[in-house]
């Protein structure tokens, strides 16, 4: 079945940086769009970036760009999200995900936390 795994989560100071990794297993990884959420606490979950299935095209949610880049390597089946400038509002739990076979799956997340 489809499983993803984020791992990378951790404290940061305002101004840090963190790379994410989410493995990817279950299905033809290098078939399918990926994306990454984060959900900060009583908020909604909240796109963060989408890659498309070679890697071609990235897109991000405004607060998010020129910040964070997403990237992936389709022979490790792992996507990546690079973090920088972390601020304190970035502080959520990230997810990364996938639409296959009409279902969306998600992994079960990882704490960034960004604070002094």
């Known amino acids: 079945q489809v499983q993803l795994v984020e791992s990378g989560g951790g404290l940061v100071q305002p101004g840090g940086s963190l790379r994410l990794s989410c493995a990817a297993s279950g299905f033809t990884f290098s078939r399918y769009a990926m994306n990454w959420y984060r959900q900060a606490p009583g908020q909604e979950r909240e796109l963060v970036a989408t890659?498309?299935?070679?890697?071609?095209?990235?897109n991000y949610a405004d607060s998010m760009k020129g910040r964070f880049t997403i990237s992936r390597d389709n022979a490790k089946n792992t996507v990546y999200l690079q973090m920088s400038s972390l601020k304190p509002e970035d502080t959520a739990v990230y997810y990364c995900?996938?639409?296959?076979?009409?279902?969306?799956?998600w992994g079960q997340g990882t704490q960034v936390t960004v604070s002094s």
């Open positions: 995900s996938v639409r296959w076979g009409g279902t969306n799956y």
């Open positions: 890659i498309t299935s070679d890697g071609g095209t990235t």
